[in-house]
Nanobody
Framework: QVQVVESGGGLVQAGGSLRLSCAAS????????MAWYRQAPGKQRELVAD???????YYADSAKGRFTISRDNAKNTVYLQMNSLKPEDTAVYYC?????????WGQGTQVTVSV
């Protein structure tokens, strides 16, 4: 059974930082692309960043220079360090494990950035 579990969301003031973590089990972690998505109220879910098992990284323009994705294959965990947070970063953040045509989602963690 595949499980993807996020943690680390919360309320932070604009300019602050948060670190999200995501632990995955039931998959061959190193063979999965691990990704962070977010969905703000009334908007579509969007890709924030992803990282391959070998460490190739993609960032959405909104994340470049402020967010850092990393993974620890030994711990089956992926992280998203978010700095210089803005109110427009407020969303539910989802972790996903992608392999071939399959994608496994976590339940999401709320990030709220106040002005």
């Amino acid at each position: 059974q595949v499980q993807v579990v996020e943690s680390g969301g919360g309320l932070v003031q604009a300019g602050g930082s948060l670190r999200l973590s995501c632990a995955a089990s039931g998959i061959i972690f190193s063979m999965n692309v691990m990704a962070w998505y977010r969905q703000a109220p009334g908007k579509q879910r969007e890709l924030v960043a992803d990282i391959t098992g070998g460490g190739i990284i993609y960032y959405a323009d909104s994340a470049k220079g402020r967010f850092t994705i990393s993974r620890d294959n030994a711990k089956n965990t992926v992280y998203l360090q978010m700095n210089s947070l803005k109110p427009e970063d407020t969303a539910v953040y989802y972790c996903a494990a992608r392999a071939s045509a399959k994608i496994y989602w976590g339940q999401g963690t709320q990030v709220t950035v106040s002005v």
